[in-house]
């Protein structure tokens, strides 16, 4: 899992980066992209797998304007 995210206020990494933890990632790096306000972590599942048949994962609306 990559996961790039802003440091702008209000910074929200630190709350990400434990919902992943939270949720069965292990975390594997974090950065500060240098000179910017961003940053990106890669993070690998470990928890308890799920099955997912008969679950709906997306659906796609066509949106008219």
Avoid: C, N, Y
């Avoid at 899992?1 to 209000?10: C, Q, S, V």
């Avoid at 939270?22 to 990106?40: H, K, L, M, N, R």
């Amino acid at each position: 899992m990559l996961a790039p995210r802003h440091r702008r206020p209000p910074d929200l990494t630190d709350a990400i980066r434990g919902w992943f933890a939270e949720s069965g990632f292990q975390e594997i790096a974090f950065e500060a992209v240098p000179d910017s306000e961003g940053s990106v972590g890669v993070a690998r599942f470990v928890g308890q797998t799920a099955a997912l048949a008969d679950q709906r994962l997306f659906s796609f609306v066509r949106e008219t304007l």
